[in-house]
């Protein structure tokens, strides 16, 4: 046996068959996609967590769905499997919300959100719940384009001129 069979065997072990590969196969590219819809929206807004970010946490989401599934885990352990990871990308979105002490503005929660419920696409992808993750990633994108779109527009030029200041005026003496 010749060591490019032994690499072949190697690569298709875990998979029964070809079909199952595929299907896992449409799974991954499923959710790297939905991933990266996600992460151009947030890189055309200038934000640090862009495409490649967003498609590796649906990729690695989605495998970490996937293994236990093909290795015939319980439905217990894929449920602890799910919840550790979602533990886990709260770490990166925290790693995406700065505190601009300066400034005293916290930014980044938008991203670190949209980190989190990339994480779920990609879950969500990889048990084979292709048109609810897809729909969920087209609502993400309308919520972070539409929505932050009105949320810039309307509300901020909307309360722009009627912001009281705290600053006590300068007294001025009458007469």
């Known amino acids: 046996m010749g060591l490019g069979t032994v690499l072949w065997q190697e690569l298709l072990s875990g998979f029964p068959d070809g079909v199952e590969m595929a299907r896992v196969s449409v799974r991954l590219l499923v959710a790297i996609v939905l991933g990266g819809i996600l992460g151009v929206q947030r890189a055309h807004v200038g934000k640090a967590a862009g495409v490649r970010t967003h498609m590796l946490v649906t ?87 539409v929505f932050g779109w009105l949320e810039r527009e309307l509300i901020a030029n909307h309360f722009a001129g009627k912001v009281e200041s705290t600053e006590t005026p300068p007294h001025r003496p009458e007469g």
Do not use: C, N, Y
């Open 59 to 145: 990729l690695g989401a989605a495998i970490v769905v996937l293994l236990p599934h093909l290795t015939g885990m319980s439905s217990a352990d894929i449920s602890r499997i799910i919840q550790g990871t979602l533990t886990g990308i709260g770490f990166i979105g925290g790693g995406v919300i700065l505190k601009m002490s300066e400034q005293h503005q916290i930014v980044g929660i938008t991203t670190a959100a949209s980190v989190w419920l990339t994480a779920i696409l990609g879950i969500v992808a990889g048990t084979g719940r292709l048109g609810l993750a897809v729909v969920g990633a087209i609502l993400a994108f309308l919520i972070l384009t």
